[in-house]
């Protein structure tokens, strides 16, 4: 496999793949498969997923039970090696500590990024996400449309491989046919709170996600995704055949080294070494774009973590998908004559109207759902149902307080037991010991449920990142400062969710470990805790507010992209990792189209 170290780069490239991820994984493929010569740069380490995935261990294998640690604060056999929201020697400045004002900065510093470790969910965005500001005055809309994305939905969900339902709700967008994998069956608790929720008039679908519940069609999508290029269609069947459906063994935040999931590590890299095109540096950790005398881009200067030594790269283009706010940095310090205030900031946008997504929880315990017999649970780790917004009418009339729009994931049954199975039953047993705490555990055990929240934030001017002027990391790059407000707008749509869950669990029989909050202020998480972080490079139709245009270009810099959460003008209720796959293969698709014309 073409790993390179900093010391033995080609003098140029063609093109210069900074970040590893969703985006950056998505871009390399596409422009490797098609010819392209690309050099990857990952800041963090090298990650193989074949060696160091835990499939099939027990919590009892694992130190403290696999409990979450500071180090590991998804558990011990999280697929995050070396990540999270401190890395150490490399710090961030929040202007405050207080949880109204707070930004939590996940950043997972390996071969791949977040997509070893995050949920698969992976919804697209409707139309009105991309017009919110037509639909209700706030915020911004996209200089593109569903339309505009849509064949890159289909491609990005036939590669990488996504299970659910097309159901023609609004704004809820269907699949082209194909697209989608046959989704999971729902388990008991799926089953009657779908049930109990219709009731309210809450509608429960099939989820979405990036998981194999059957083989890849390796006969049939390589043409659609590689038309015209017998190649490609080669060597992405060849890699599809090489994938595992599901075994429905091991929680999928471990990664999976049957490559039954998405991960960028697992399904974009492999087939774009395999064309001999990508070559990929780890440890390298980049903090300039270089421009040369005619304005473009000329290269990125990195520091090599294993030596400390500044190195250079060259290539004739330039894409950053280091995540949202690693993006942001990169062009913060990216100081010159030309560019006092940092690249292609002109507008003065650079790190402004960052967003996270809106969450907030709620457990119950269901009666219903106590001391049942054993059953095989086998599934898709959870969500295979999900409830998607559904009051989009009463919202747009003024009705609900707020004005964008929240989805349901939920999460029950019987898990592998771990340390906290038997733990925290006192609220429901007043405590019990021996013989008795025995029997309170095999009754409890699969009858709870939580619900999460994951809706949308509205960009604000008071939520950004910035270089702050004095703390650098142990590199000696400048680090961010983050500013972070929620508005009512967020606030309240965390109250309606805690309203929510707290009628769905009463629908069910069930009652709720902790009061129902209405004060949304409390209600909602602290920002840059559900790490789906987009903007500080947003795109639009005007330079003059804009950092990037609709094909994901830097105005300023010809050959510079951006390509991942960074663009992003709005921040739609969906989890944002399909949206950032399918815009890193449409501006990918832009520069093969300009490398044509000899305009790169």
């Known amino acids: 496999m073409p790993f390179v170290v900093s010391q033995s780069l080609e003098s140029s490239y063609d093109v210069i793949v900074v970040g590893s991820g969703a985006g950056g994984g998505q871009a390399a493929y596409t422009l490797c498969m098609e010819g392209a010569k690309v050099l990857m740069l990952e800041a963090g380490r090298n990650y193989s997923v074949d060696a160091e995935t835990p499939m099939f261990q027990t919590p009892d294998q694992a130190p ?50 977040r997509t070893n470790h995050w949920g698969r969910i992976s919804l697209r965005n409707g139309p009105y996400d991309f017009k919110p500001r037509s639909r209700d005055g706030l915020g911004f809309d996209w200089p593109i449309d569903y339309a505009d994305l849509a064949p890159y939905y289909d491609k990005v969900e036939l590669l990488v491989g996504v299970y659910g339902s097309n159901e023609g709700l609004e704004n809820t967008p269907d699949s082209s046919p194909g697209c989608l994998l046959p989704p999971p069956p729902p388990q008991i608790y799926d089953l009657l709170m779908a049930q109990r929720a219709k009731r309210l008039g809450v509608p429960a679908i099939p989820a979405h996600r990036a998981v194999l519940t059957r083989q890849l069609d390796y006969r049939n999508s390589p043409a659609r995704l590689h038309p015209g290029n017998t190649n490609a269609q080669r060597l992405i069947a060849a890699d599809m055949r090489a994938r595992a459906a599901c075994l429905w063994a091991t929680p999928c935040n471990r990664g999976c080294s049957a490559r039954a999931n998405y991960q960028s590590t697992t399904v974009h890299l492999p087939p774009a070494l395999a064309s001999g095109n990508l070559s990929i540096t780890t440890d390298a950790m980049v903090y300039e774009v270089i421009i040369g005398r005619d304005g473009r881009a000329s290269g990125v200067s990195f520091v090599d973590r294993t030596t400390g030594k500044q190195r250079q790269a060259r290539a004739r283009v330039v894409v950053l998908a280091a995540s949202a706010c690693e993006t942001a940095r990169i062009l913060l310090n990216s100081k010159s004559a030309s560019f006092p205030q940092g690249l292609a900031n002109s507008s003065g946008k650079v790190g402004r109207y960052l967003m996270d997504t809106v969450g907030s929880t709620v457990t119950g315990q269901i009666p219903l759902l106590e001391s049942l017999p054993p059953l095989n649970e086998d599934g898709a780790d959870g969500h295979q149902l999900y409830v998607p917004w559904w009051l989009y009418g009463p919202q747009l009339q003024g009705k609900l307080g707020f004005a964008r729009g929240y989805h349901i994931e939920y999460h029950g049954g019987r898990r592998m037991p771990g340390h906290g199975t038997a733990t925290g039953l006192e609220w429901l047993t007043g405590g019990s010991y021996g013989a008795k705490f025995k029997r309170d555990v095999r009754r409890y055990y699969g009858s709870f449920v939580g619900f999460d929240g994951r809706g949308e934030m509205i960009p604000n001017e008071q939520s950004y990142c910035e270089i702050d002027p004095v703390t650098k990391d142990r590199f000696g790059i400048p680090v961010l400062r983050f500013h972070w407000q929620w508005s009512e707008h967020e606030t309240r749509q965390a109250a309606h969710m805690q309203r929510t869950f707290g009628d769905i669990i009463a629908a069910m029989g069930g009652h709720t470990k902790s009061p129902i909050q209405s004060d949304g202020a409390l209600a909602i998480s602290p920002g840059g805790s559900i790490i789906h972080e987009v903007g500080g490079t947003i795109m639009g139709a005007d330079p003059r507010s804009s950092v990037t245009n609709k094909d994901s270009r830097t105005w300023d810099v010809p050959n510079l992209y951006v390509a991942d959460g960074g663009v992003f003008a709005s921040n739609a209720d969906k989890n944002p990792t399909l949206t950032i796959m399918a815009l890193a293969w449409r501006l990918s698709d832009h520069i093969l189209q300009r490398m044509r014309h000899r305009e790169l």
């Open 64 to 113: 403290l039970g696999a409990a979450d640690t500071p180090q590991k604060p998804f558990g011990f056999y999280d697929a995050t090696v070396d990540g999270g929201w401190y890395v150490p020697g490399e710090p961030y400045v929040n202007q405050t500590q207080e949880d109204a004002g707070r930004f939590d900065w996940w950043r997972a510093r390996m071969l791949g990024g």
